[in-house]
């Protein structure tokens, strides 16, 4: 890519946790990138001399077509993972791409990197994997030179669910485990996400092509837990193995109180399903990558989640 304006790349969700390190990767090798954000979250995005904010609801594509004028590709990397009454699942992963898609379309930007989820699939029961699966047949049929990324378990400090295990484990009570504790993960590190995200919009040849991306090693949800103790208070906690049924009943409980509920029964739905990557082998033979496991990613930010000193 030549000149400066060439390089300019169309990034959805640059204000969360995954478009947030590839916003800061895609700055960090010299792109220009003009980020899509709700008029509310505009502030969450960095005052950078190569950041330039379109402030405007994916939903609402009319004000946000145009920007991508110019554009050699878009990363698409707004998702949820829990729905509210603003945000449904449908709306933001199938309506969300509908509208990107055909923005690109019209404007004229054939790259397009979708970041999706492993496991996502027909799946009624869990509407995440299923909404995330309708997504992927979009930017399938789109006629757009795309790559579809399916991360596992995506991790870091800013990690809303890293932050969540990181509370209960510096807590006074036991750790709830949901079920035996036996769900099979395979975590990837959102620094290396990230990284995959910038690498395939340099390797044309990753169009049309479809990885799973996941850590070098599949942990357990209790491995998981002990690791994450380990490596912040240097001891693993005691843990509470919580019957599936009582799960369910207070995720349906907390459901019915809160607008935001910490957990819902669809993603304990998700995490009994599991989070393994078929095979690593395409991704490090397309990428010359192999990301690490948890505990090594872990090393490099747990100083970050250990209790603040009383000064």
């Known amino acids: 890519m030549g000149s ?37 979250s505009v502030g969450k995005l960095p005052k950078a001399e190569r ?27 707004v998702g949820i993972i829990a729905e509210t009454r603003d945000e449904t699942f449908r709306g933001i992963h199938i309506e969300g791409t509908q509208n990107l898609v055909v923005a690109c ?7 397009l990197v979708h970041i999706s989820a492993l496991g996502a699939r027909p799946s009624p029961d869990i509407p995440y994997f299923h909404t995330k699966h309708e997504a992927e047949i979009l930017v399938r049929t789109s006629g757009l030179d795309w790559t579809i990324l399916r991360p596992s378990l995506v991790h870091g400090p800013d990690g809303k669910l890293i932050r969540m295990l990181a509370r209960m484990v510096r807590g006074p009570l036991p750790v709830p485990v ?35 991306v ?32 009582l799960a369910k009943l207070g995720a349906a409980m907390l459901e019915a ?17 599991g989070s393994v990557c078929e095979s690593l082998e395409p991704l490090e033979r397309d990428f010359g990558f192999r ?9 490099g930010y747990a100083e970050q989640l250990k209790p603040r000193r009383k000064t």
């Open 51 to 77: 950041v330039e904010v379109v402030a405007a609801d994916l939903l609402a594509p009319r004000a946000y077509t145009r920007q991508l004028g110019g554009c050699v590709a878009a990363v698409h990397c």
């Open 214 to 245: 996941g850590g070098d090693r599949v942990v357990t949800y209790d491995e998981l837990l002990d690791a994450l103790s380990q490596a912040i208070l240097g001891r693993r906690r005691w843990k509470v193995h919580v019957p599936v049924f």
């Open 4 to 40: 400066e304006e060439a390089k300019t790349v169309f990034l959805t969700g640059g204000t969360g946790f995954v478009g947030g390190a590839a916003l800061r990767e895609l700055l960090a090798r010299g792109y220009r990138v003009r980020c899509l954000a709700r008029q509310k």
């Open 178 to 212: 949901p079920g035996n504790g036996r769900q099979p993960l395979q975590p990837v590190f959102v620094g290396d996400l990230a990284r995959i995200i910038a690498d395939a919009l340099e390797r044309p040849a990753t169009a049309g092509r479809t990885y799973e």
């Open 105 to 111: 379309q019209k404007m004229g930007v054939r790259r």
């Open 291 to 299: 990301p690490p496991g948890f505990e090594q990613s872990l090393a």
């Open 257 to 273: 109180v809160l607008s935001r509920p910490p957990f819902t029964r669809a993603q304990l739905r998700m995490l009994f399903a």
